[in-house]
Structure formats: structure tokens, C-alpha cells
């Protein structure tokens, strides 16, 4: 008796708030499951396109097909409705799971997202557990900005990276469209220097970079997907300093007192430039900026004469008019405490982005009327391998101290009407210092899960932290994306590698934290010869210069002092870690490449003087170093066309 009142009472257990990213903002837990029967129900014409990107993301995640119907709803089935409901707002949903999952929202934005918290129910468990939700965004603007501008990332990253966002309900991806170089890694000299901007100019042809630069088509087509996906893409054009790129192309526009990535601001020609760019992506009636928002970016002009600050005050508030002009809304890094004067900047209808109280104060940009973006850099700033900013972020901290509220210089009530919400960046300061597309990506993920829960939840944050780590972890990136280069089952095993042969693999790069082996039949290597390759990387058994065994990624080549021998036979391991890669020779570690610092060395660092001496020594003490990384994602697409033989493959 006693054991079947307790298997009752187990039976009766209130279900407990479901795990998803972001956590859901209020939970009321009933008891028992429900299991999906596969048909999604819809009440309203205007959700038949979110009830289709259901279906879609249900098959790419599980492989299973669901079916959309306008019949009745029955026992098991996925109901979208819509209803006006103010205490939603416009990405609010309820959710009532019992014998149906019912979705109720006032948008078909709250629909979609209340769809990503049911994927994201069904991935760590196979019913839906019963009871009710409200989940109500605190801030409305759940933001991440990339830097393209000094390291480009290709549409196909970006296309990804906005369904990774979608998955997590992070609404706003910032593009920070140019920027340039530190000089003084560059010999000190601005025309040696590298300054790109990345979106195809009709108005200023050989503009965008040749390295890497998006069509205008494409960057249309990435917008169209991040609206179907209730993601708003922020372009932005910086000036009138980071503009290396723009004086590159138009010489005259530069200063030549404060340095060629600050424009000449009694230059009359810098207006008409920037006028007339600013145009061609926003006029006409299908204008490539197609969303609400364009930033005119700001940011770290001089400061040094009042006559300079209240130029640039000039400059800032014509072109945030400009913006308007075009019916958009102008958003601007917070730079107004750092110029000062008595030329006005109009705060009415703008966004000021919030990343450092030595340019703009969050109580002083409050009081003179800014809605604002809270993204202060030392909490929420990527720089991949600086030293100066975080290499990786503290998630710990974001998740345990940091909301929207949160500015560097002051906390502010949280839901404050002029906090628009919060952002992180991701900043690529360091040219040529070996970081990939896929060293940015495992640097963005975990912070992108910490800030959605942030962003969206808020102070209502209840899960702890470390539930949060190892649970995310059990996510996927997002439908039908794997950045991160999982392979699934392990070991992956195959008996012998054909030359020249296309692998058909579930992918085409194997991503960090494995371990790949193969045995070798050495024959004699053309230098050059590839063993595997992908669009992205190449593994040489001799590389094209020296005849190593290395490898290249994007434009980085790295090689061992190994070579294979003409003969004879070799087992090789490489391992794979996100700092380093490894090479093992018949079991043992030959050699381990790691990250390298480099020292920057100028004429003026030379701490050796000996006038008069018949010799000198070149002593130095560098003032400035970078890092460099040599990681990789190792290549899986297909075969090189090599001599030796290729037996007992495995990835494990």
C-alpha cells in the first residue's frame, strides 16, 4: 500500500521548468507528458509560413517529417493561434501544453519564437512536458556585432550565424562593414596598412575590398533571411574615424595632422563622399538597407582642440539627420562625453551604443534624452588573442552579474524605457594573427547562449550557471547548422583513403578536440601534395614550399619540421585542440604547434648604442607583440592526388 501511494505521489510530480536557451521567463509545471503525434494545427492564415519553418527545422533536427493542417486540432498536436494580448508585447507567447501544445501570440515573430522553444524541449527530451508558459522578452533589442571589416567573413558564416541567432531568439546582428588596421604593425606607414570595406559600391567602383567583399544581392538575400528568421540586420559604414579604407581610395579625404583613418573634417569632399554612399545603399524603393535601423558608426575620433570636437559634433549630427531622411532609424557609437561642446547632437529618434564610459557616461546620455544599447567593453568585447581586451569572455560572469541594466559607468532600473537592450562584439584588431572563421565562431557561441538568456530573461534569470554550462551544451547550434564541425557517432573509421575521391562525409571539416590517425605506404611526394582537403583548409603531406607535412586554413599556411620518408611505413596522429595542433609519429608527439608571439621591432626600440665600434649588435626591446594561433579544423571534403598509401583512417 505504502509503495503504491508513493509511486502516486512520483506519478503527480509537478513538472519542473523546462530547459531551453533563452530560459523561459515564467513557468507554471503540471504533471505528465505530451507526445507530439506530428501535425502541426493553425488557426490563423497568417502563421502558415511559421508553421512551415516548423516543419522544416523539426526535419533537419530530427530527421522526421511533420504535417500542417487547418483541420481540428486532436490529441498530440502543435496548435499556432494568434490573439491580442498586451501583456506579450510584439515577441511574447503563451504556451499550454496538455493534451494539445497550444501557442498563442500576437505576432507571427512570438509564433516563430515559441516554435525554437518547443525544437529546443524536444532535443533534451522526447515529450513535451506539461504546464504553462508566458515568456516575454525583457529588452527588446538581443543583440551581437561582428567585425567584417578587419577580417571577412563569408556570406555563408553569416547566413548560418543568423539562423544560430534566430535559434536563441537574438534579434539584432550588427555588421561592422570597415575598419583598418594598427599602423604600427605595419611599419608605421598608413599606405602600407590595410583598410577594407566589404559591400559592393556601384557609386565608388574598386571600394569594396578584393580580399573579400559582399554583392549587393547577397547582402539583400542575408537580409530577406534574417527577417524570415525575426532578425534585424544593423549595417554599419564608420566614420569619420576607422576610414583607412575610404582615404585608400579617395587619398584627399584624409587628415594628414591626425593620421589617414580619421577623415578631414573641413574637407567639404568628406560630406559629399559619405553622402552620396550612404545613398546608394538607401534610396530607391527596394534599397539595399532594408531594415529600420543603419549605423553611422562614431566612434574614437580626435579629441584634442574644442574647434576638432565641435566639428566632429557637427559631423555626427548631420549624418544621424541623414538617416532619418531615408525613414530609418540612425544608431551611433556613444562618443559625446569624449567631445564635448556646445554643437548639437539631436538624440530624438536614435540609438547610442553604450561600450565605454570614457566616450559617453549611460547617466549623462540618460539625462540628455539617448535610447541605448548596453554593451560595455569590458564585459562584453571579443578580440580574438589580444592582450589588451578578452580573448574569451568570462560566460560566469555575464550569466551571474551582467544584464541590459548593467553599464560600465552605472546600473540602471532594469526594463529603463531608454535601455533599447544589450549587445556583445566581436572585434578583429589583429590582422594576419591566425585566427579563422572557425576560431571567431567557438569564441561567439557560448557567449551568444549567455547573453540570449541575459537579454531575454533577464533578472528573472533562475537556472544556475553551471546547469546552464553543461545543459547548453546539449543544444544544437541551430537547424541545419554545424559550425562547430560535430561528427556525430565516434570513432569514424575508414579502411582506406583512394586518392582524388570525394568522402562524402556528414562533414566537410572536422572541428576541434579529435584526434584523426591513418597509417601511410610512403612513396616518394610531389611538394604540393594534398592528402584531404575542404573549401576552407588543406592537409599537405608535403607542403608546396619546403616538402613538409602541414597544413593551410583560410589564408594561413603552417607546416612541421616532419617529412615523410620516400619509403617504408609511418602511423601519424594529428590532434586537433582549439590552441594548437599536434603531430604524433608512431605514437609519440614529434611536434606540437601552438600559439607563437610575435614582437614587432622599430628602429626607436634599440636599447644598444655603441658609436664608434667597428660592429654593432642589433639588440632591440620590442613595445608591441601579437599572437599567433595555428589550429585547424581538419579537412574532410575530399582526397588529394597522392602516390603513397592511405589505410586505417579514424577520427576519434
Known amino acids: 500500500m505504502a509503495a503504491l501511494l508513493f509511486q502516486t505521489l512520483a506519478m503527480a510530480k509537478t513538472n519542473e521548468k523546462p530547459f531551453v536557451v533563452p530560459e523561459l521567463t515564467h513557468w507554471n509545471g503540471a504533471t505528465g507528458t505530451l507526445k507530439p503525434s506530428g501535425r502541426i494545427v493553425v488557426t490563423s492564415k497568417k502563421l502558415l509560413e511559421t508553421a512551415q519553418d516548423l516543419k522544416r527545422d523539426y526535419q533537419l533536427l530530427f530527421g522526421g517529417e511533420m504535417t500542417v493542417t487547418t483541420s481540428k486540432a486532436s490529441d498530440g498536436d502543435i496548435v499556432l493561434a494568434m490573439k491580442q494580448d498586451k501583456a506579450l508585447g510584439k515577441e ?27 525544437l529546443q524541449m524536444l532535443q533534451t527530451q522526447k515529450s513535451l512536458p506539461c504546464g504553462d508558459a508566458v515568456d516575454v522578452p525583457q529588452y527588446g533589442m538581443r543583440g551581437f556585432m561582428l567585425d567584417v571589416g578587419r577580417k571577412f567573413f563569408p556570406i555563408s558564416y553569416l547566413k548560418n550565424l543568423v539562423r544560430i541567432m534566430a535559434y536563441y531568439k537574438m534579434n539584432t546582428l550588427q555588421i561592422h562593414l570597415n575598419d583598418n588596421a594598427f599602423k604600427h604593425y605595419f611599419g608605421n606607414d598608413w599606405s602600407k596598412t590595410p583598410g577594407d570595406f566589404r559591400l559592393e559600391s556601384e557609386t565608388y567602383p574598386g571600394l569594396a575590398s578584393k580580399d573579400g567583399h559582399y554583392t549587393k544581392a547577397e547582402f539583400i538575400e542575408l537580409q530577406r533571411l534574417a527577417e524570415s528568421l525575426g532578425v534585424n540586420i544593423i549595417p554599419e559604414i564608420d566614420s569619420p574615424a576607422h576610414v583607412l579604407a575610404f582615404t585608400h581610395y579617395k587619398p584627399s579625404l584624409g587628415s594628414k595632422k591626425f593620421g589617414m583613418d580619421h577623415f578631414d573634417l573641413d574637407n ?29 558608426g562614431t566612434d574614437e575620433y580626435n579629441n584634442s582642440t574644442e574647434e576638432l570636437r565641435e566639428k566632429f559634433r557637427a ?42 564610459d570614457y566616450m559617453a557616461k549611460a547617466a549623462d546620455m540618460k539625462a540628455e534624452g539617448w535610447n541605448m544599447i548596453c554593451m560595455p567593453d569590458v564585459s562584453v568585447y571579443i578580440v580574438p588573442l589580444a592582450d589588451y581586451y578578452h580573448d574569451i569572455l568570462p560566460n560566469e560572469d555575464i550569466y551571474n552579474h551582467w544584464t541590459p541594466a548593467k553599464f560600465e559607468d552605472t546600473t540602471l532600473a532594469e526594463q529603463d524605457p531608454q535601455i533599447a537592450g544589450g549587445m556583445f562584439a566581436l572585434w578583429n584588431d589583429l590582422y594576419g594573427n591566425g585566427v579563422t572563421v572557425h576560431d571567431a565562431h567557438i569564441r561567439i557561441l557560448p557567449v551568444l547562449q549567455a547573453m540570449a538568456v541575459k537579454c531575454w530573461t533577464g533578472q528573472l534569470t533562475s537556472v544556475a550557471y553551471s546547469t546552464f554550462e553543461s545543459k547548453r551544451q546539449l543544444l ?39 584526434k584523426i590517425s591513418f597509417s601511410i605506404e610512403c612513396k616518394p611526394e610531389q611538394k604540393g601534395t594534398v592528402l584531404t582537403s575542404s573549401p576552407d583548409a588543406v592537409f599537405y603531406l608535403s607542403d608546396p614550399i619546403n616538402g613538409k607535412m602541414g597544413f593551410k586554413r583560410e589564408n594561413y599556411t603552417d607546416c612541421f619540421k616532419y617529412t615523410l620518408p620516400k619509403e617504408g611505413h609511418v602511423d601519424i596522429t594529428i590532434e586537433n585542440t582549439s590552441t594548437s595542433t599536434n603531430l604524433y609519429v608512431n605514437g609519440k608527439l614529434t611536434e606540437k604547434l601552438g600559439q607563437l608571439r610575435f614582437y614587432i621591432v622599430n628602429p626607436d626600440d634599440k636599447v644598444n648604442h655603441m658609436p664608434g665600434n667597428s660592429w654593432q649588435l642589433d639588440a632591440y626591446e620590442p613595445k608591441r607583440s601579437m599572437r599567433y594561433q595555428r589550429a585547424l579544423y581538419f579537412p574532410m571534403q575530399k582526397t588529394g592526388k597522392f602516390n603513397s598509401k592511405i589505410s586505417n583512417f579514424k577520427v576519434e
Open 92 to 118: 511574447g507567447y503563451r504556451m499550454s501544453i496538455g493534451k494539445t501544445c497550444k501557442i498563442t501570440a500576437t505576432s507571427t515573430t512570438g509564433a516563430f519564437w515559441a516554435t525554437q522553444t518547443v
Open 268 to 296: 567639404p569632399e568628406v560630406y559629399t563622399f559619405m553622402d552620396k554612399l550612404f545613398d546608394e545603399y538607401l534610396s530607391g524603393k527596394n534599397p539595399v538597407f532594408r531594415g529600420q535601423y543603419v549605423n553611422i
Open 315 to 356: 559631423y555626427t549630427n548631420h549624418f544621424l539627420g541623414l538617416i532619418k531622411k531615408y525613414g530609418k532609424t540612425p544608431v551611433l557609437w556613444g562618443a559625446l562625453n569624449f567631445a564635448p561642446g556646445k554643437t548639437p547632437v539631436s538624440p530624438k529618434g536614435a540609438i547610442m551604443g553604450m561600450w565605454s
Open 476 to 514: 544544437a547550434e541551430a537547424p541545419g547548422v554545424n559550425e562547430l564541425g560535430k561528427i556525430g557517432k565516434l570513432p569514424l573509421a575508414l579502411s582506406e583513403l583512394l586518392p582524388d575521391k570525394a568522402l562524402n562525409l556528414p562533414v566537410n571539416e572536422i572541428g576541434y578536440g579529435h
